[in-house]
Each structure stands twice: as C-alpha cells, then as structure tokens.
C-alpha cells in the first residue's frame, strides 16, 4: 500500500499575516498559534540593528521564559559560540542538538536553560535586511521529532524568513526616523569594493571618477567608525548592510 504524505501545506496566508501585526505583542500571538503547525515549541529572534553612528541596537523577541532570554541577552558568546560562527560564514539553516552545543561549550549557560526547560534540538537561520541581520532559532523538545523531513525543514526556513522581515517593519515603525545608513552610491561602491573590484573598476562600472569612489569609500568608513576600506566591508557584513561572499 502506498504510504500517504502527511506532511501538511505551507499556510501561506498566515505567514502573510505576520507582516501585518500592528505591534510586538500581536506578532508573539500569532506566533504562537503559528508554531505548532511547524511541531516548534518556542522561537527566538536576536535583531542587530545599525545606528546612523555605525554602533549596533540589540533587540530580542521570544516565546522563551524570561530566564533563558536573559541568559542570551547577556552571555558573551558570539566568538566561542558555535552556531553564532557558522550563520557569520554561511547563509544555510542549521540543524543541531542541545546536548551538542553544551558539550562544545559547556559554560553556555542558556544552552543548559534551554536543556533543562526541555528543550532538545533547534533550528537557527540568518536574514539580513536594510542595516538589520537576524539570528532566528526554532526549538523543538527533546521528546518530541524535530522538523523530520525535507519539506519540514524547507517550510521552517520560510518561517523564519517571515518571521525576521515582520520584526523588520515593526522596528522601522518604532523608530520612524531611521534613515540610511549608506547612501545608495556609498553603497553601490562598497558592494563592488566586497566583490574584489578596484577603485578605477568601480568607477567604469559606476560612470564615475576614481576620485569620486575614493570619496564614497572613504566616507562609508566613517559612518561605519572603521579605518579602511577591509574593516568597512567587514563591519558592512556583521551589521547585514552587505551579505558575505564566503
């Protein structure tokens, strides 16, 4: 006998519903009525946000008790922490296992929360946007499967990318006054700059003078509080103006 696909369809329109939460507090709602259908137990969202100074805003949003997301908040791990090294070097999702994580590192102390909360296996992704990168985790217990098939895992990573663009609008809408970063032709010449081209390179890409991409590379430098155009591109790739080319 042919054995049925149980897998249920993407609910789209619900997905679509998340980019209209008119606050936080509706969008954790909806959430949480959306996360069952994925077999997640909890999320969490970890937004690095760019000031117009080059300096990063942290804001987190989660279904996690208010312990665990403490211990995010305020553990330093980004160098000795795992996860955090793979989403800096690679744009796929990653699978792993709690029990995984706390052997690598064991001071982790929200990776043992997370653990003693019953937590056993987590999904996390990156999603850049307009000076904006996101850290999304999906949690699933350690008594439960956990995103068991292909389309399981395909539809999570639609989720998450759902999921980081409605943080995005609801933080451009708390903070009306948020211009650009870069300028478009700032930007322009350090995505081409990142892409290994030179400045006379840029400038026949771009129709400009020579003269003119050093002006551009030199003033995206200073808004990014870097000296060099290297660390301009590498600050560019940490705080999700640029995506890296690794």
Do not use: W
């Given at each position: 006998m042919e054995k049925k696909n149980s897998h249920r369809p993407l609910p789209n329109a619900d997905l679509t519903a998340l980019l209209n939460s008119k606050d936080w507090e509706e969008l954790r709602e909806r959430m949480s009525s959306l996360i069952t259908?994925?077999?997640?137990?909890?999320?969490?969202?970890?937004m690095n946000i760019a000031s117009l100074n080059g300096n990063?805003?942290?804001?987190?949003?989660?279904?996690?008790?208010?312990?665990?997301?403490?211990?995010?908040?305020?553990?330093k791990m980004?160098?000795?922490?795992?996860?955090?090294?793979?989403?800096?070097?690679?744009?796929?999702?990653?699978l792993w296992e709690v029990d995984q994580v706390c052997a690598l590192a064991p001071g982790a102390a929200a990776y043992t929360k997370l653990k003693s909360h019953g937590i056993g296996h987590g999904l996390s992704m990156s999603a850049y946007g307009e000076n904006v990168v996101c850290r999304v985790d999906f949690y699933?217990?350690?008594?439960a499967p956990f995103l068991a098939s292909l389309e399981q895992y395909a539809d999570a990573h639609l989720f998450g990318?759902?999921?980081?663009?409605?943080?995005?609008?609801l933080w451009q809408k708390t903070a009306p006054s948020q211009a650009r970063l870069l300028s478009p032709r700032e930007l322009e010449c350090l995505h081409w700059s990142a892409s290994g081209k030179t400045s006379q390179e840029i400038g026949q890409i771009l129709g400009?003078?020579?003269h003119t991409v050093y002006f551009h590379l030199k003033n995206v430098a200073t808004k990014l509080n870097v000296?060099?155009?290297?660390?301009?591109?590498?600050?560019?790739?940490?705080?999700?103006i640029i995506k890296s080319k690794i």
């Open positions: 259908v994925f077999g997640i137990s909890d999320f969490m969202l970890k990063l805003q942290c804001h987190f949003f989660s279904s996690l008790p208010s312990a665990i997301l403490d211990l995010f908040a305020t553990d980004d160098d000795s922490d795992s996860i955090n090294r793979h989403l800096a070097k690679s744009s796929l999702p990653l699933g217990l350690e008594s990318s759902y999921l980081a663009e409605a943080a995005r609008i400009i003078s020579q000296y060099g155009t290297r660390h301009a591109i590498s600050r560019a790739i940490t705080i999700g």
